[in-house]
């Protein structure tokens, strides 16, 4: 079964035809095109395909398009919409927070969700103290961005970066 | 001797050309592909892990609207060769695996054919299978050689009269897990079959050789290789798993060939993986350590069992490493493989070396602990002046400096006694040592042109996130005499000249020395003023090859674990690593590689581990939900380090490869620190708590 849709993609309203089991990945890539946010297990399992969902970090691979009609969505390419880098993405070049490229995007959608997560004061598991402001620890960046698996393992590129780009002594 | 570049641009912690698109997510992997209309295609799966089809029905499946063909071994082409059985897609009833393809539907969209796939009724005759490794199997043989062509035993002295006189000895068995390479973007395909074109297939496959990858996509389908072409500029990770094309290639191109003009996309999803694509076998090494008094080693010795496919040989060649590392009087190597029902092993990073550095790296960590030395020291005393193996002396060695680098930065004499506690965690360090060996692959070609004012360099080599888009034009602006911001470098496509796989860490060494000769001949041919067009071709075969020399890259890696007392929990707060691999072209990207190696290597030592169950005959834990490799919050403080090393040997860049030497002895490193946090030998990886929860104090 079919459905029509309207998501507006970097800025751009799209008006889509999916298939009712279509996820908002396979929208993404297959229908509109945009093949930043990646797919890497389609199961939730590796934040390939994280992208901002209404301003939150989000996996498109378990959300289903239809469910999201009138979504905003930003991916990584988004990100640098009027040709600028976003910081998060500089603070990667910079830090060479990624070899092969495939989890990155996500890595990147993740990283400014959580600067915006610590940003309103969330704790999360790796917090000393949950009714304090986080700081942007090592702890803390590595816990918050550990639903983004990276093979190349480029871990500890990673952390530096997120907290260059939060504006944290790294 | 090779004339080494100068290096200018060579050194330099250049940031990668492909960064920027990475970053966006604007680099286009294979699946990716912007192709008009593309169909999907979904592969059917055998449910038995041996058994013969006796019935297919595809009648639902084609009865959906939106699917445009199911193909199956009753209706799929007959491929020209069928040689490599892996590469035999749905030629046969002959179901020799769980998970094999068996059939693949196409459709309009990817929701119908994965639908269409489930659709398809596959009736099998089922038999008896044998799927679980075991180190005393019956079918065990000697195969001819190992991978990459290294012998299947050696033997040199008396290992046994060793043994039975020795002051000191070690007679252990370990054993390596199941891994499965698990690159981030699944094994993907677009391939489209244009019989009207020129080049009537073309293939983007993410692969770590398109002209490999076309090698093999011609042998298979009959066609000559300039009716094929191959397109991979980013490759989103392989480890091995990209260096040989997997049956899924070949059931794309089946699939493009079916449905003529229209593009078809085939992504494996993250369970086919594991049965599709690759994995390293299980490891079994009977180990077998002799010395005197002083630790000097009077005879080493392992012998290892392993697995294979029934349908493909592949026998890793875990024994390698034993063969040159310390120096003994006696010494044997062996490798069993038992052919089982279960899915082809292949690459993954490191083969031979990773699984092949465990067992030994903590038999010694043993056999120190049995003599009472210090395991730097042991190893130090055990340096052999030449190759054992080959008697050559070597290029470059400097295993020691590695050693002693490592430890004075880790605070190695200063480490904390066995079974030290810090409040509730029991705190460890161990050490081992990592080896890789320097190669050169035989075939490669890079051409050098001068086009409007810059040099433009093309070769079809491959990046996996490695870092070639950055390093060849680094190499071909030295070799040139030119700003590296004059060098454009263009690979992925076998419309360049042909490069081999990036495998077996040769990437560096052997494109480099392509581009070197072809740059060297440029400049000799057309002087510094050369005219637009101007173009020669250079070929790695005309680079000057040592044969006198044993070429190994060196490391250390030391690592500090700390066990929960109560729970076995167990955290690697820091893994430091000092490596000797001659010199390094990029800081920045082969840092990356180091460290990444190195986690990969935690991983194995703690995490991987692809659970068999061989009732059916399938990898249980099959997504990356259940098969855990590591996360950000498992790595603490990963460092890479290297000596600056000169080797006039090994090629004219003076590099020995990065790609792997990472992976190799990390899992040995905290195995030992495990034992020297709690007293407790885990000789099976991975290490996971309820191996130790038992032993703790």
């Known amino acids: 079964m079919d459905a029509e849709v309207t998501l507006t993609v970097d800025g751009t309203e799209h008006r889509v035809?999916?298939?009712?089991?279509?996820?908002?990945?396979?929208?993404?890539?297959?229908?509109?095109?945009?093949?930043?946010?990646?797919k890497g297990c389609d199961h939730g399992q590796c934040g390939a395909c994280t992208v901002l969902l209404d301003g939150d970090r989000a996996l498109t691979c378990l959300a289903l398009a239809v469910a999201h009609d009138g979504a905003e969505i930003t991916t990584a390419d988004g990100l640098a919409a009027d040709g600028e880098l976003h910081p998060v993405q500089q603070a990667f070049l910079d830090r060479d927070a990624f070899q092969c490229g495939y989890c990155t995007p996500g890595q990147v959608c993740s990283a400014v969700g959580v600067l915006e997560e610590v940003r309103r004061g969330w704790?999360?598991?790796?917090?000393?103290?949950?009714?304090?402001?986080?700081?942007?620890?090592?702890?803390?960046?590595?816990?918050?961005?550990?639903?983004?698996?990276?093979?190349?393992?480029?871990?500890?590129?990673?952390?530096p970066a997120v907290q260059q780009a939060g504006g944290a002594q790294a | 001797m090779t004339e080494l570049l100068d290096p200018r641009a060579i050194g330099q912690a250049l940031v990668r050309r492909d960064g920027e698109a990475k970053v966006r997510g604007?680099?286009?992997?294979?699946?990716?592909?912007?192709?008009?209309?593309?169909?999907?295609?979904?592969?059917?799966?055998?449910?038995?892990?041996?058994?013969?089809?006796?019935?297919?029905?595809?009648?639902?499946?084609?009865?959906?609207?939106?699917?445009?063909?199911?193909?199956?071994?009753?209706?799929?082409?007959?491929l020209a060769s069928t040689e490599d059985r892996e590469y035999a897609v749905l030629q046969s009833a002959e179901v020799a695996f769980r998970g094999q393809l068996v059939g693949v539907v196409l459709a309009e969209t990817s929701e119908v054919a994965r639908q269409a796939a489930d659709a398809v009724v596959v009736t099998y005759a089922e038999q008896e299978h044998d799927s679980e490794l075991t180190v005393d199997h019956p079918d065990l043989y000697a195969p001819e050689q190992v991978n990459a062509g290294h012998e299947t035993d050696t033997a040199e002295g008396d290992v046994a009269a060793a043994m039975a006189t020795a002051h000191a000895t070690v007679e252990r068995t370990y054993s390596t897990a199941m891994v499965h390479n698990n690159p981030l973007e699944p094994h993907a395909t677009t391939a489209l079959w244009d019989p009207a074109a020129d080049v009537p297939l073309t293939v983007w496959d993410s692969t770590q050789g398109v002209h490999p990858d076309r090698a093999?996509?011609?042998?298979?389908?009959?066609?000559?290789?300039?009716?094929?072409?191959?397109?991979?500029?980013?490759?989103?990770?392989?480890?091995?798993?990209?260096?040989?094309?997997?049956?899924?290639?070949?059931?794309?191109?089946?699939?493009?060939?079916?449905?003529?003009?229209?593009?078809?996309?085939?992504?494996?999803?993250?369970?086919?993986?594991?049965?599709?694509?690759?994995?390293?076998?299980?490891?079994?090494?009977?180990?077998?350590?002799?010395?005197?008094?002083?630790?000097?080693?009077?005879?080493?010795?392992?012998?290892?069992?392993?697995?294979?496919?029934?349908?493909?040989?592949?026998?890793?060649?875990?024994?390698?490493?034993?063969r040159m590392m310390y120096a003994a009087p006696n010494r044997r190597t062996t490798h069993r493989v038992a052919p089982l029902d279960v899915p082809v092993p292949s690459w993954f990073r490191a083969p031979g070396e990773c699984p092949g550095m465990f067992g030994p790296e903590v038999a010694l960590d043993e056999l120190a602990e049995e003599l009472g030395i210090d395991p730097?020291?042991?190893?130090?005393?055990?340096?052999?002046?030449?190759?054992?193996?080959?008697?050559?002396?070597?290029?470059?060695?400097?295993?020691?400096?590695?050693?002693?680098?490592?430890?004075?930065?880790?605070?190695?004499?200063?480490?904390?006694?066995?079974?030290?506690?810090?409040?509730?965690?029991?705190?460890?360090?161990?050490?081992?040592?990592?080896?890789?060996?320097?190669?050169?692959?035989?075939?490669?070609?890079?051409?050098?042109?001068?086009?409007?004012?810059?040099?433009?360099?093309?070769?079809?080599?491959?990046?996996?996130?490695?870092?070639?888009?950055?390093?060849?034009?680094?190499?071909?602006?030295?070799?040139?005499?030119?700003?590296?911001?004059?060098?454009?470098?263009?690979?992925?496509?076998?419309?360049?000249?042909?490069?081999?796989?990036?495998?077996?860490?040769?990437?560096?060494?052997?494109?480099?020395?392509?581009?070197?000769?072809?740059?060297?001949?440029?400049?000799?041919?057309?002087?510094?003023?050369?005219?637009?067009?101007?173009?020669?071709?250079?070929?790695?075969?005309?680079?000057?090859?040592?044969?006198?020399?044993?070429?190994?890259?060196?490391?250390?890696?030391?690592?500090?674990?700390?066990?929960?007392?109560?729970?076995?929990?167990?955290?690697?707060?820091?893994?430091?690593?000092?490596?000797?691999?001659?010199?390094?072209?990029?800081?920045?990207?082969?840092?990356?590689?180091?460290?990444?190696?190195?986690?990969?290597?935690?991983?194995m030592a703690l995490h991987e581990n692809s659970v068999w169950d061989p009732r059916i005959g399938q990898v249980a834990n099959h997504d990356l939900a259940e098969y855990h490799v590591t996360v950000n919050a498992d790595v603490g403080d990963v460092q890479a380090h290297w000596l600056d090393e000169h080797d006039p040997f090994v090629n004219a860049m003076g590099s020995k490869g990065i790609g792997e030497i990472g992976i190799t002895g990390t899992a040995a490193a905290v195995v030992n620190a495990v034992h020297r946090a709690t007293g407790i030998r885990v000789r099976d990886l991975p290490v996971t708590l309820d191996k130790v929860l038992a032993g703790l104090p």
Request: hydrophobic letters at 40%; charged letters at 20%; proline letters at 6%.
């Open chain 1, 17 to 38: 035809r999916v298939d009712t089991r279509t996820s908002l990945l396979d929208a993404l890539r297959e229908r509109i095109g945009n093949t930043s946010p990646k």
């Open chain 1, 123 to 159: 704790p999360s598991h790796a917090s000393p103290d949950l009714t304090a402001d986080p700081e942007l620890s090592h702890d803390e960046v590595a816990e918050r961005m550990s639903g983004n698996l990276c093979r190349c393992a480029a871990y500890v590129n990673i952390v």
């Open chain 2, 26 to 78: 604007t680099a286009t992997y294979a699946a990716e592909t912007p192709v008009a209309h593309p169909a999907y295609a979904h592969p059917v799966q055998a449910t038995v892990a041996r058994g013969r089809i006796t019935a297919v029905d595809t009648s639902a499946a084609e009865a959906l609207d939106g699917v445009l063909a199911v193909l199956t071994h009753e209706n799929a082409e007959r």
């Open chain 2, 216 to 322: 093999a996509v011609c042998e298979v389908f009959g066609l000559e290789q300039d009716q094929v072409r191959v397109v991979c500029p980013y490759v989103g990770g392989g480890f091995g798993s990209k260096g040989t094309p997997h049956a899924n290639v070949m059931l794309a191109v089946l699939a493009a060939r079916a449905l003529p003009g229209r593009p078809v996309k085939l992504a494996l999803t993250r369970q086919q993986m594991f049965f599709l694509a690759g994995y390293r076998t299980p490891t079994i090494q009977r180990m077998q350590l002799a010395a005197d008094r002083t630790g000097r080693l009077q005879a080493i010795a392992i012998d290892v069992v392993e697995q294979t496919s029934r349908i493909k040989e592949f026998a890793e060649q875990t024994g390698a490493p034993t």
């Open chain 2, 376 to 603: 730097v020291e042991l190893r130090i005393r055990n340096e052999p002046d030449v190759d054992p193996e080959t008697g050559k002396p070597w290029s470059s060695r400097n295993l020691v400096a590695c050693l002693r680098e490592g430890a004075q930065r880790f605070g190695w004499a200063d480490r904390p006694p066995p079974g030290h506690r810090d409040g509730d965690w029991l705190v460890g360090t161990g050490v081992a040592s990592s080896v890789y060996p320097t190669m050169r692959q035989a075939t490669s070609d890079a051409a050098v042109r001068f086009e409007q004012g810059r040099y433009v360099v093309e070769i079809g080599a491959a990046d996996l996130g490695t870092g070639a888009w950055t390093v060849l034009p680094q190499i071909a602006a030295d070799a040139l005499d030119v700003p590296v911001d004059d060098v454009e470098v263009r690979i992925g496509d076998t419309r360049y000249p042909v490069a081999s796989v990036a495998g077996g860490s040769s990437g560096t060494n052997t494109w480099g020395s392509a581009i070197t000769v072809a740059a060297r001949e440029f400049r000799g041919k057309f002087g510094r003023s050369p005219a637009e067009g101007d173009e020669v071709t250079g070929s790695v075969d005309q680079a000057t090859k040592d044969e006198d020399h044993a070429a190994y890259a060196f490391g250390a890696q030391f690592a500090e674990v700390r066990v929960h007392a109560d729970t076995g929990e167990l955290r690697v707060p820091r893994l430091h690593g000092v490596f000797a691999a001659g010199r390094i072209v990029n800081p920045r990207t082969a840092r990356s590689q180091l460290i990444g190696g190195m986690t990969m290597g935690l991983s």
